[in-house]
């Protein structure tokens, strides 16, 4: 199962910023936490990940909180494009499965003119 | 750099017939890994690889085989087709299994069994 909550679904302004919650309440001490998002069954499009500090890269930010419980993904201005959904995927390291990802049904982001 | 190349794009068959779907990837990753995603859902592991020789199975590996051959190819095969196994079939590949090695993935197949 899935080690992560998300909401089914949330709008956003064009040009505003979008902020999409994640809970990850278990995960453990070397898990990190991946966001991948897909456009109209596309291919899942890597966005970004980490493991315990923030991190920022042309696509997007990660805002992890420092209990690692929670993050928030950020699309600092969203456009039309950006309407898809967004997985947020907590990654095991370690034993068996390692390195796979556990996809949950992710947040719906309808990006509006 | 083509990244990862899935083929065919489209494809329906039969109840009962076999087909292969290829996934090429250029990058030299070792781990390639198999996920077929149905209607309103998120991704399932099928089959995995983490290197030339190696493979073992996801959460839903029933009706699928996998060998891995070479480093870039990972195909998966449909023993007997049934339409239980019509649905969007994605291939992806990283450097290793390390979970801050980041996985790619292809453009997909779909495919419906009729």
């Known amino acids: 199962d899935a080690k992560t909550t998300q909401p089914p679904s949330m709008d956003c302004a064009e040009g505003r910023a979008a902020n999409l919650p994640c809970n990850h309440s278990?995960?453990?001490?070397?898990?990190?936490v991946y966001w991948y998002r897909q456009i109209h069954s596309q291919g899942p499009q890597y966005i970004i990940h980490g493991l315990k500090n923030n991190e920022t890269n042309e696509m997007a930010s990660l805002i992890i909180t420092e209990d690692r419980k929670s993050s928030t993904l950020i699309l600092p201005h969203a456009t039309l494009r950006d309407t898809a959904v967004y997985y947020c995927i907590v990654r095991v390291n370690y034993g068996g499965s390692q390195g796979n990802l556990i996809f949950g049904k992710g947040t719906k982001l309808s990006v509006k003119p | 750099n083509a990244g990862v190349t899935q083929t065919p794009k489209f494809q329906v068959l039969k109840t009962g017939q076999s087909m292969t779907l290829q996934c090429a990837q250029d990058?030299?990753?070792?781990?390639m890994s198999w996920y077929r995603q149905d209607p309103g859902m998120g991704l399932r592991l099928i089959h995995y690889?983490?290197?030339?020789?190696?493979?073992d199975q996801g959460e839903v590996p029933n009706g699928y085989n996998v060998s891995r051959s070479t480093t870039e190819d990972f195909p998966l095969r449909l023993l007997s087709a049934a339409p239980s196994q019509t649905s969007v079939y994605f291939c992806?590949?990283?450097?290793?299994?390390?979970?801050?090695?980041?996985?790619?993935f292809g453009e997909g197949s779909w495919l419906t069994v009729v």
């Open positions: 690889s983490v290197g030339a020789g190696i493979t």
């Open positions: 278990t995960i453990s001490g070397n898990e990190y």
């Open positions: 992806a590949s990283s450097l290793g299994p390390h979970a801050g090695n980041t996985i790619y």
């Open positions: 990058m030299n990753h070792e781990y």
